[in-house]
């Protein structure tokens, strides 16, 4: 079942309008870690439809075939999976997903609009109510333009019929808030040698995939932990921050590098960045991951997440 509605009665502002979403998704097997828990970067696409397709049957889906328009792709998610079995048999189980979409902006210095931004929260849970997971997504207004003062959208456009400027601040994190932990010390960890972007790490999209850069990263980490001796079979990946700054393309060459923030439980961030860019210049993405111990050692509880609002 969905269920798309406005909270409440109709705002003052158009703008502040509100889309909840109430769907019952089907667990997929191969989306199942051996203990029958939803895996971390499984996590989103129980979510797709809830975040993408109530707001698309708000304001009509995009035309990517005309780079005119106004987009809003999605440049930062928080996700946190709790590790709870699912039970069997999972692949007859199905789970509960609840929240909201709404628009905000961000300000610069002065205190004019800086960005146009959309915000889900979202919670899943196992059909017993049991917790599953929490997501954060935060998408961006944009135009397709060379020149970064034009790529930023400052009022909604006419067309789309939401009024102006919503009137709710959101946070929109970037690369350098998650890379401050790390601060200006030398990597922990990293490549060595550049990896290629390949046909099946893409979607419709016609770029990599955002949670390629999970996978790829939750691998990387993996190794250089149990390197460092931790002991992988008492650990799983929990939560992730990510940002994404920019695509990248299939056939394209991608190196990691990364910091541990903490030791038990271990945190870390990492970055992606393209081969050939200089050192300087950001990466295509960072990402902030979190480890945590299975149900029974308490010495790594799992992280809480963002919350939804519904």
Sequence with gaps: MTRV???GRAPRNPA???L???LREPVRFTDLSERLALKLSALPGYLSRAH???WHRRVGAPDFADFRGVFTPLVHVDLAVTDL?????AMRRAVHVRGQTHLGKTLDASGGVRHLAREGLYEVSAESGALVGRARFVNVFTRYDADPARRRVTELPAEMRLGSVPSRLVDVPDVAELLRAAGSRAADLSDERAHVWHYTQTDANRHVNGMEYLR???DFVADALATRGHDLRRLYPARARIVYRKPCFRGERYRRIAWLLTDEPPVLVGIVRKEGDPTDAPPA???ELSFA???GDASAPSPAGPRATS
């Design 85 to 89: 079995p699912m039970g069997s048999p």
């Design 216 to 218: 790829g990263m939750e």
């Design 20 to 22: 909840t979403a109430r």
């Design 285 to 287: 993405v960072a990402i």
């Design 293 to 295: 111990a299975h149900a």
């Design 16 to 18: 502040d309008f509100v």
């Design 52 to 54: 993408f397709e109530v």
């Design 5 to 7: 509605a406005r909270r």
